[in-house]
Structures are given as structure tokens and as C-alpha cells.
């Protein structure tokens, strides 16, 4: 029993730029992974090399245990991929785009549509509409059921919900819970350091270097610092205080609160300030600290 | 308070279709004003209006003491406006961009060297003046394309999802940009879609279906709809949409 995906030091460059630099992780099967990290972290360099379309530098790489150097024409009909930018084609309807897909891959609609089902069911009845005249939640949704209707055994999304309203990111995750479900291992990107909680685990990346990787929840309780949240009518000031402040480790805004770390133990007259646990955001935060 | 951008009733139709259905609001000096909602809400619509980059349909604005029908060119020379997508030119080099913006603008060459070297002080930049836009990091960008949308130090600025994309410690530094500039009476109108950024705002309007369906202080939204965060708020406001995105 081999796992669903094994990244072994993985490392590319562009000219002077090291994109990603010895990447090691593994993802078991029916894994809901997630890759954390800003733009230029080096999330789509690794979803390239994964899916056969870029060929590392140095390093290992294997999916459903096939080598993504040697046996990279399996691995094409294995995988699905949706990249980050809308790529289907944008002058064939919704249904000619679905269609299309599956006889590419050998399939019909019809023998894999209970995979798709929940998703496509959304969209069906604008099957007739070109994909270029679709909103974005419904491109989001058509590329994801193109990229499902081969009945993959691992699924790749890059960043599939940045620039989506939080209702249909909420949506969207609702999904992706559902083809967990069914078996298949997912590979999902995002900037959103909420949706991390979502994940069985996740690596958080910055520029092309895993900071860490584990469960959300053994994420957040390694915190090494005891994290305290502030309100004030005027957090903008008071932020700029604690900044000045010598005994701040750090301060950071967090909505309405501010989130503070110091360097001391908070004397008992401190009582504006409760300890709280951390998100992953803090712990995203602390690690670029460093 | 002055206002700076005051709508009565506006109104845009495409065809049959209302994509914002009469909406009146003020926003004031000084004011950080989040402008919220689900994708297809209409949101696009409005701040295209308030930048006259489209005619409404039926009611009024003003923007900047200008009115958004009659008077469009006035008031695209009294606001800035900075997008995720495009804003600056990554073939010109920081000092260059700077210059560019001023020239549009109509800034005198005296005064965009003066702001140029101001500019580049606040945000730390002296050393980049020379290196070209498109080998600065994007967290950078970000900065500096806020920077020369605010460069002719106009009434209101408009950012549109301004900090998809970037690391959670420089969208904080991008925050405080926007909070030194409100400072000095910048009016500052933002979209996003991070809830959190949501918080920061003086006061947050949420639209659905071209309608906006509340307008409050964060605190005084959470308290209305019972909610412990902006996101419980907007969950349940955007989830009443009939439109969402599909139309």
C-alpha cells in the first residue's frame, strides 16, 4: 500500500529564482490536503510538477505511486486538475465542455455523473450557455466538474476559491467534504488561512520553503507563546503603542481584537487582556517571524 | 461631517435586469467605508458609478462635491483607485510609475519629485527607487500601488479587493497604509472578501440582490444580527440572496 501522493526534496528554479526548495511531504489516500501560503509561495510550481506538466530540478515525485517524471502519461489519466485561472474553453457551452472532457479521457457523462451530481445539478440549467458568459462561482463549478468526470483518484485545486464571497467558499468546501467521501484524494491551495481548519492537514508554504506541516489542530497548539486578545475603541493607536512597547513580542490586528504576544509573563493587573487560542493565521504569522 | 460620496436612490439597469436597485448612502471624510457583498450583488456596478466610469440609470451622486452623470471627468480626477488586477507598470521603474500617475493626474513636476521622495520614505522604498516593478515582491507592489492611487492626494480612494493574494503579516502593513491615510482625511472605500478586514472598517455596508441590505458599524451589525463575527453576519444577510451569482 503506497500513499496518494509522495513529495521527496522536490526543488525548481526560474533563472534566479528558487521557486520551491527541497519540498518533502506525504499525503495519504482520501486525504484532504491543503497547501497554505501567499502568492509566490511556490503552490502552483508543486501542483505543475505533480500533475506531469513541469519537470523538477532536482527531486522525487510520485502520485497514486507512479513516478510524475517517467510514467507521466498514467499519471494524466489518473489525476484531475482544476489550475487557478479559468482554463476550459471559454466558446463551447457548459454541456460541450463536460462532454468534451470525458471522451477526451475515454468516458461518458453519463457512466461518472453521480460523482458529479450535487455540483453539475447547479449549473444544468444554463448547460446551453457558453463558458465564457458564465459568473465566476459558475465557471468555479463547471471546472470542477470537468475536472472530476474521469472519476480521478487524486484531485488538484489551485486556489479554488480566491476572489469567491465567503458564502460560496463555504459552498465550495461543503463539496469538496462530499468527494472526500466518495474516496478521492484532494490536493487543495488557498491564501485563506480560515479554510485551513477545513483540512485533515495542511502545509503552510512561503516562498518555496514547507513551514510546517500537521492537522490544524496540532498546528495551533504549538504555538509557542501564550496569545492574549485586546479591544479597544482604538485599535489602530493602541497597536501602535504596544508596538513602542518593549515587553510586545508581537501585536498584530485580528479583526476587532488585537492579538498580542510578550516577551514576559502578564503581571495579575493586566485584566483587559484574555488568553485565547490561536488560529492558524497566528501561527502562519509567528512562523514568518522567525 | 462633510461627505464625500452621497447617493439618493441609484440606480443602474442592464436591459430588464436591476443590477442595483436604488440604493442611497453618505459616506464621510476621513471614514474607512467597507463595501460588502456576494459575487453578482452588484457591488462592481456601484463603485463603476462612483468612479463615472457608468452612467446610472435613474437617481443621484455626488462624489467628491461631484455629480457622478453630469460631471464624470471631474470627479475620475478627484478620486484615486487601485485594483488586485491592474495597477501599476511592471516595464517602468518604481520612480517611474510614481511620475506617470503624478503626469495623468496633472501634478507639477515640482511636486511629484517632492511627493516621489516622500512616498518612497513612508513606505521604506529610497533603495527601490530605481529597480522596476516587476522584480518587487507582490506583497511590495501592493504597497506601493495603493501609494500612487492616494500620490495626487485625492478626496476618496477606491480599492477594489485590494490585498487578494498576499501573506497575512504584509495584508496587516497594508492596513496600516489605509489607516495613516483615513488619519490624514483620506476617505477610504474598500471591497474584499476577508471577513476579518471587515472589522477594520469604521463602518460596512453588506448588498445583496442590488439592494443594500445593512449599513452599520461592525459592532453594531454583530449586535443586530446576534453574530460573533462579520462572517456570521454576512453568512446570513448573503445566504437570503435569490440572485447569488447565477444570472
Known amino acids: 500500500m503506497f500513499e496518494a501522493l509522495a513529495v521527496n526534496n522536490i526543488s525548481i528554479t526560474y533563472g534566479k529564482l528558487q521557486a520551491l526548495k527541497d519540498v518533502c511531504f506525504k499525503v495519504e489516500k482520501g486525504e484532504l490536503f491543503g497547501l497554505i501560503g501567499p502568492d509566490g509561495a511556490g503552490k502552483t510550481s508543486l501542483f505543475r510538477i505533480l500533475t506531469s506538466l513541469l519537470i523538477p530540478n532536482n527531486g522525487t515525485a510520485t502520485v497514486d505511486g507512479l513516478d510524475v517524471v517517467r510514467d507521466y502519461r498514467q499519471i494524466r489519466n489518473r489525476v484531475g486538475y482544476m489550475p487557478g485561472r479559468f482554463s476550459l474553453y471559454q466558446d463551447l457551452t457548459v454541456e460541450e465542455n463536460l462532454n468534451f472532457f470525458a471522451t477526451v479521457f475515454g468516458t461518458t457523462v453519463k457512466e461518472n455523473y453521480y460523482l458529479i451530481k450535487d455540483i453539475y445539478r447547479q449549473i444544468e440549467p444554463f448547460k446551453t450557455r457558453r463558458a465564457g458568459k458564465l459568473s465566476g462561482g459558475m465557471k468555479q463549478k463547471l471546472a470542477l466538474s470537468c475536472a472530476l468526470i474521469h472519476k480521478p483518484t487524486v484531485l488538484f485545486l489551485d486556489e479554488p476559491t480566491t476572489g469567491v464571497d465567503p458564502v460560496s467558499r463555504k459552498e465550495f468546501w461543503g463539496m469538496l467534504k462530499k468527494l472526500k467521501e466518495q474516496g478521492i484524494t484532494i490536493l487543495v491551495s488557498t491564501p485563506y488561512m480560515d479554510e485551513a481548519a477545513l483540512c485533515d492537514r495542511v502545509a503552510l508554504i512561503q516562498k518555496g520553503e514547507i513551514l510546517k506541516i500537521d492537522t490544524p489542530k496540532q498546528i495551533s497548539e504549538s504555538f509557542p507563546h501564550k496569545l492574549y486578545s485586546i479591544h479597544s475603541d482604538d485599535n489602530y493607536n493602541l497597536l501602535l503603542q504596544l508596538r513602542k512597547n518593549p515587553t510586545v513580542y508581537s501585536a498584530y490586528s485580528f479583526g476587532d481584537t488585537l492579538h498580542v504576544v510578550f516577551n514576559e509573563e502578564l503581571t495579575a493587573d493586566n485584566t483587559q487582556y484574555k488568553e485565547i487560542q490561536p488560529t492558524i493565521e497566528d501561527c502562519f504569522m509567528d512562523l514568518l517571524k522567525k | ?247
Open chain 2, 1 to 247: 461631517m462633510e461627505k464625500v460620496i452621497k447617493t439618493e436612490k441609484l440606480t443602474k439597469k442592464f436591459g430588464d435586469f436591476t443590477a442595483v436597485d436604488a440604493i442611497s448612502f453618505e459616506v464621510g471624510t476621513g471614514e474607512i467605508f467597507g463595501f460588502l457583498g456576494a459575487n453578482g450583488a452588484g457591488k462592481t456596478t456601484v463603485m463603476r458609478m462612483l468612479c463615472g466610469l457608468s452612467h446610472p440609470t435613474s437617481g443621484i451622486g455626488t462624489v467628491a462635491g461631484f455629480d457622478i452623470f453630469h460631471q464624470s471627468e471631474s470627479v475620475k480626477k478627484n478620486i484615486g483607485y487601485m485594483s488586485q488586477k491592474f495597477s501599476l507598470y511592471n516595464d517602468l521603474k518604481v520612480w517611474e510609475n510614481l511620475r506617470l500617475f503624478g503626469g495623468i493626474y496633472g501634478m507639477k513636476e515640482i511636486e511629484i519629485v517632492e511627493k516621489t521622495t516622500k512616498t518612497l520614505q513612508e513606505l521604506g522604498f529610497e533603495s527601490e527607487r530605481n529597480t522596476l516593478v516587476k522584480s518587487l515582491p507582490l506583497g511590495w507592489k501592493q504597497k506601493l500601488a495603493f501609494s500612487v492611487s492616494i500620490f495626487h492626494e485625492p478626496k476618496i480612494v477606491f480599492l477594489d479587493e485590494p490585498t487578494g493574494g498576499v501573506d497575512p503579516v504584509t495584508r496587516r502593513q497594508f492596513w496600516e497604509l489605509i489607516y495613516a491615510a483615513a488619519t490624514r482625511g483620506i476617505t477610504i472605500f474598500v471591497t474584499t472578501h476577508y471577513m476579518d478586514e471587515a472589522e477594520y472598517c469604521n463602518r460596512v455596508s453588506i448588498m445583496v440582490d442590488g439592494k443594500i441590505e445593512a449599513l452599520d458599524t461592525p459592532r453594531n451589525l454583530k449586535n443586530t444580527f446576534d453574530a460573533v463575527s462579520m462572517d456570521e453576519v454576512f453568512q446570513r444577510l448573503a445566504r437570503k440572496a435569490k440572485r447569488s451569482d447565477n444570472y
